[in-house]
């Protein structure tokens, strides 16, 4: 079993839809990390939690440490948001090393 | 403008011919990571430093080195490529190592070896 799994692997959504893409893990972490890869294949950062809730413009991220569950939701999805939105988790061991989720693609409509 | 610079984007180059990538950022973080990103297994940790003269494995060292006897650069070299290391390399950076703050990616190397 991965450590970090995401869920959906794909999504298709209409302009305008509200997005929530799911990220669960199974060790021990220190921070949550949602990244933004766009087809070009440049990684953009988009929030580093370690608990609660973080908001940049359209983006939300929340953290359910108890749970070991996180959630990026993306309001009033636009064409550019098309991208592969990929979690990753430092471990909180020493090293604070990172593993990634396998990534979740997403394709908004015009 | 603040940056992480990778070098080069694109390389192929044949087994066993001794490379560095190069990777230097101008925000004077303390944390600087390779990765290498490959189809079906997504993005891989490879080696990562705390800071100066501080280095750490990550999940797939084998077969690379690093240094870090500065702040701003952190190479990685493949003494022996072999084709198995045909991948997407991203070097990337952090103000702390434990801190909070999102990390910094540059725009990735491409490497092809025959």
């Known amino acids: 079993k991965n450590e970090v799994e995401q869920s959906p692997q794909n999504l298709t959504a209409q302009e305008g839809e509200f997005i929530t893409i799911n990220c669960s893990y199974s060790v021990g972490i220190s921070a949550l990390h949602w990244l933004q890869q766009h087809p070009g294949g440049g990684i953009v950062s988009l929030f580093m939690?370690?608990?609660g809730k973080k908001k940049h413009g359209r983006l939300i991220a929340t953290i359910n440490i108890q749970e070991k569950h996180s959630s990026l939701h993306i309001t009033a999805s636009h064409p550019r948001d098309s991208a592969v939105y990929i979690c990753a988790v430092r471990r909180d061991n020493y090293g604070q090393n990172f593993v990634f989720g396998p990534g979740t693609r997403l394709s908004v409509l015009p | 403008e603040a940056q992480v610079t990778q070098n080069p984007r694109y390389l192929i180059t044949v087994t066993g011919k001794k490379l560095t990538v190069t990777c230097s950022q101008n925000?004077?973080?303390?944390?600087m990571s390779w990765y290498r990103q490959d189809p079906g297994l997504g993005l891989r940790q490879i080696y990562y430093s705390m800071n100066v003269e501080v280095t750490d494995k990550g999940d797939v060292p084998e077969g690379y080195k690093v240094s870090r006897k500065e702040k701003r650069n952190f190479p990685l070299i493949l003494e022996s490529p072999s084709p198995n290391q045909t991948s997407l390399y991203f070097c990337a950076s952090s103000l702390y190592p434990y801190s909070n703050q999102p990390q910094h990616f540059g725009d990735g190397t491409r490497l092809s070896i025959l």
């Open positions: 925000m004077n973080h303390e944390y």
């Open positions: 939690l370690s608990s």
